[in-house]
Antibody, heavy 122, light 107 residues
Framework: QLQLQESGPGLVKPSETLSLTCTVSGGSISSSSYYWGWIRQPPGKGLEWIGSIYYSGSTYYNPSLKSRVTISVDMSKNQFSLKLSSVTAADTAVYYC??????????????WGQGTLVTVSS | EIVLTQSPGTLSLSPGERATLSCRASQSVSSSYLAWYQQKPGQAPRLLIYGASSRATGIPDRFSGSGSGTDFTLTISRLEPEDFAVYYCQQYGSSQTFGQGTKVEIK
């Protein structure tokens, strides 16, 4: 069973870059059946997909965030990372990393990290 | 981008009652790529249903999913106390989007 754990600063200043890392255990990030995604949830609101990455490095971003998002993978550490630039208070949210099983004609997020709250404030 | 609209926003029911949650897409979604998640306060979402109608591992059979095209439904046949939560639908296809959620609360 996969386990995912987010890590990174809980407070980021406006206009700076938010950086988070997700460490995967219980399986390999180079699995051909999985994509690795980031999803966020502002306080009291719904879920928003940020983007996903395949172990090969192929990335897929939410069009509304694409200009500010970079997702990368480090297979040697079994980790993937999120960078979100030029943050504002609207980027304050709980950020989740999740594994997305995509094979045999289906695709869904099956394992999630516990989430980490990132607050954008000076 | 495909917009998923969930209704109702809030469903007030008693334990033992049947819950019917709707997810309507702004354009056709492949059934293979429609999933439902449950989220309780302070917790990460949990996968319930994938491929519109397949239950995830360990999900009780009181949860069922159905639908195709633009209209999908999550049904909880008899609500248990642990089922009161927020439910989200999600599509993978044209980018990826989540619905805004339906809260199932105790009446």
């Amino acid at each position: 069973q996969l386990q995912l754990q987010e890590s990174g600063p809980g407070l980021v200043k406006p206009s700076e870059t938010l950086s988070l890392t997700c460490t995967v255990s219980g399986g390999s990030i180079s699995s051909s059946s999985y994509y690795w995604g980031w999803i966020r949830q502002p306080p009291g609101k719904g879920l928003e997909w940020i983007g996903s990455i395949y172990y090969s490095g192929s990335t897929y971003y939410n069009p509304s965030l694409k200009s500010r998002v970079t997702i990368s993978v480090d297979m040697s550490k079994n980790q993937f990372s999120l960078k979100l630039s030029s943050v504002t208070a609207a980027d304050t949210a709980v950020y989740y990393c999740a594994s997305q099983y995509c094979t045999n004609g289906v695709c869904y997020f099956d394992y999630w990290g516990q989430g980490t709250l990132v607050t954008v404030s000076s | 981008e495909i917009v998923l609209t969930q209704s109702p926003g809030t469903l007030s029911l008693s334990p033992g009652e049947r819950a019917t949650l709707s997810c309507r897409a702004s354009q056709s979604v492949s059934s293979s790529y429609l999933a439902w998640y449950q989220q309780k306060p302070g917790q990460a979402p949990r996968l319930l249903i994938y491929g519109a109608s397949s239950r995830a591992t360990g999900i009780p059979d009181r949860f069922s999913g159905s639908g195709s095209g633009t209209d999908f439904t999550l049904t909880i046949s008899r609500l248990e106390p642990e089922d009161f939560a927020v439910y989200y639908c999600q599509q993978y296809g044209s980018s990826q989007t989540f619905g805004q959620g339906t809260k199932v609360e105790i009446k």
